[in-house]
């Protein structure tokens, strides 16, 4: 038989939480995946270098041999500076969920704000950190509820911008 054999697979989106929540998630997890991109989703969202190194040495304790390519969140605060000290150590990833859109996500940028974080994301793009986003909005334009089919489409508008002026983003 030919084809591929993935034996250890990474996990390139995963939410362990915190407490007993990430013993559990991190512990079955690992089993199947030995490295994985953290999306805490914490309460106090993982926004600075100190923040992911605090995450990370919390993951380190439950599962030492797991490998975290970890992560910060962009939100109001997130400055260039920040991101530049979060990559030096360690951190690859920027994650971008629009507020109130997913869990623990109350301090994130807004859709019609992102383009004031211009200056952040191509500090990201020069790093050559990875902008991973969470592109979905539960309202229409006039803010009406949407059907969580349409939630994604709905985006599209605030992502084609993105993608143009920061064509090097991963």
């Known amino acids: 038989m030919r084809g591929i054999v993935i034996r250890r697979p990474d996990d390139m989106h995963f939410h362990p939480r ?4 990430l013993r559990n998630v991190l512990l079955s997890t690992s089993k199947v995946f030995p490295r994985g991109v ?8 993982v926004v600075t270098a100190d923040d992911a190194q605090m995450y990370r ?3 380190y304790c439950v599962e030492p041999n797991f ?3 970890m992560t910060i969140m ?13 990559f030096a150590r360690g951190v690859h990833v920027l994650k971008y ?7 623990n996500s109350a301090e994130g940028v807004s859709l019609t704000e992102l383009h004031n974080f211009y200056p952040v994301l191509e500090t990201a793009e020069k ?3 990875i902008f991973s986003g969470h592109w979905e909005t539960p309202f229409d334009n006039n803010g009406a509820p949407l059907a969580e089919i349409w939630r994604e ?3 599209i508008r605030f992502l084609e911008p993105v993608l143009k002026a920061f064509f090097g983003v991963k």
């Open 97 to 103: 969920i629009p507020n109130n859109v997913s869990t």
């Open 18 to 21: 915190a407490g007993e929540m």
């Open 153 to 155: 489409a709905q985006t």
């Open 38 to 45: 953290v999306m805490g989703n914490l309460p106090k969202p």
């Open 67 to 69: 490998s975290p390519i």
């Open 74 to 86: 962009l939100t109001r605060q997130t400055t260039p500076q920040i991101v530049k000290k979060a």
């Open 57 to 59: 040495a919390e993951i």
């Open 127 to 129: 790093l050559g950190m």
